[in-house]
């Protein structure tokens, strides 16, 4: 495959531009620089050109181009990813932006499915779905910027999955263009489709390497009569995963959220954000944010949570609790658990960890991962949050209180080599769902087995014989 992309010219630059329109092609580095910083500020990209096309036939026309000049193109959403998959190497890469692609195409209540292009943000899905009636369940902190090609793109997760499962879990059929310019047209809005082998299943989570998501059919789901949330005082990660069994067994499929969070990232959240309170009337190690949603009625959702409350008092799962009495009080505490991931930033460097384990041995994991970590750097400020129900805890390491930021940010791969050996160790993974990207390429092709890195890449070349979609990304 060719690894290195051509030179981008100012003859080429205009032949880009007639597809869009000039417009649509930003070489002014002012326009660019949006494009090209990414939430963490970890990966800076460079390019001479951005395109905004503004349908599927333009990004094809583009790729047709591109594959005639080996033009290499970087795919991008809405520039939420934390791993630099959307970001360019190298400023011969063109970066495609999906951001006018932003239609809701279709809404089908009674099929319970919503065709919706790739550029669409994601909180305008879940309004769009609950005016139908129904329910989008995809639910992310950057919701409000993220779009749902890039959600697709990357397989992305949050707090529904539980209940409703990965993003895809909740796609039915996509479009797409290749890297040749052809176009997939996969928007099936079948539940049932065996026809050989599911392309769909492959392009999501692909990380737009094989081709660029245009368009999907997304699953919608009868929209909850209500919905209950309590924040949960516990003294350790056992007792919450004891207490998750117990609401397990008595809710069933109405358990659609279990966050757990230490009393480090509540201090954050509360500190660095907005109008937030403590839940709770005195702190605690750690804490568990917990949601009930019920089909029937807002007292069958306060009854089913009151009585695993309650029975947790008594087994002494849990030291305090509070549920919240109006949509301020809950959208609060939404905010509390979706602020702690960039409360983080104003607190220093911080080197963070996506990883999922086996749901019964995450307090093993923070068992083992605690201590190691701070014997190599005492003082560090560990945040372990996130979905205690699927195993996947974001492990961030906030730095040292007076520590020098570039200094500890040096120490990376140091401290991603102790997790990620108790994570490999215990049988999980480094990348539950924040993808690969630029971040973990290397410890993918150092912990992939031999046979599954050779299929990615004779995938990568059947689709992509130039490596001229986003190169450089996943292997």
Known sequence: MTSNPSPLSPDLIQR????????????????????VHEPRDRFTGHTNLVLRPGSRDEVSAIMRLASDTRMAV?????NTGLVGGQQPLSANEVILSLSRLNHILDV???????VVEAGVVLSRIQDEAERHGCLFPLSLGSEGSCQIGGNLSS?????????????????????AVLPSGEVFHGLKRLRKDNR????KDLLI???????IITAAVLKLYPAPAARELAYVGVDSPEKALRLFQDAQKRAAGELTAFELLPRIGMEFSLKHGVGLRDPLSSPHPWYVLIEITSGHSADDASSTLEEILGHALEEDLIRDAVIAQSLSDAAMFRRIREDMSWAQKPEGGSIKHDIAVPVARVPEFLRRADPAVLEAIPGARIVAFGHLGDGNIHYNISQPVGADREAYLARWEEINAIVHGIVRDMGGTFSAEHG????????????AGHVEIDLMKRIKAVFDPYNILNPGKVI
């Not at 970087?74 to 809405?78: E, L, S, T």
């Not at 050989?196 to 392309?199: K, S, T, V, W």
């Not at 989570?205 to 081709?211: F, Q, R």
């Open 16 to 35: 880009f531009a007639a597809i869009v329109g000039p417009a649509h092609a930003l070489t002014d580095a002012a326009l660019i620089e949006p494009f």
């Open 74 to 78: 970087v795919p991008q959403g809405g």
């Open 108 to 114: 089908d209540p009674v099929g319970r499915t919503m």
């Open 155 to 175: 397989n992305a997760g949050g707090i529904g999955v539980l209940a409703y499962g990965n993003a895809r879990e909740l796609c039915l059929g996509l479009e």
């Open 196 to 199: 050989g082998y599911d392309l």
């Open 205 to 211: 989570g692909s990380e737009g390497t094989l081709a």
């Open 436 to 447: 690969i990207g630029q971040l973990k390429r290397e410890e993918l092709a150092r912990t």
